[in-house]
């Protein structure tokens, strides 16, 4: 893949086809529920989701969902609402008229 946006349009494509939502993956890591995970525990979700990524596209998602917290954190909610795309728009039943465009799978 040439980019993030390549990454994420694979996986919206699996997670599509195989109905999972990824915000189930990583809930669990979250104990105080501030949207950041580490990139051990991020890696751990992805796996138990079955998403399959070499160490490029890992190191490309880690960054552009870097979390501006100490240590190495991703923000996790910010991967799953672009992942969840696929399936709605998060704040639909507040914006009327939204107009929603196709996400690139």
């Not at 995970?37 to 960054?63: C, D, P, Y």
């Not at 008229?97 to 996400?103: F, H, K, M, N, R």
């Amino acid at each position: 893949p040439d980019d993030v946006e390549d990454v994420l349009a694979r996986i919206r494509t699996f997670c599509k086809q195989q109905r999972t939502r990824v915000a189930e993956f990583f809930r669990d890591f979250d104990k105080l529920r501030s949207g950041f995970i580490t990139e051990a525990q991020f890696r751990i979700g992805l796996n138990m989701a079955k998403i399959v990524l070499s160490g490029h596209e890992f190191e490309a998602l880690t960054s552009h969902f870097k979390a501006a917290k100490e240590g190495r954190h991703v923000c996790w909610r910010d991967f799953s609402d672009s992942i969840d795309e696929v399936f709605t728009k998060k704040g639909l039943e507040k914006s009327v008229d939204l107009v929603l465009d196709d996400v690139r799978t």
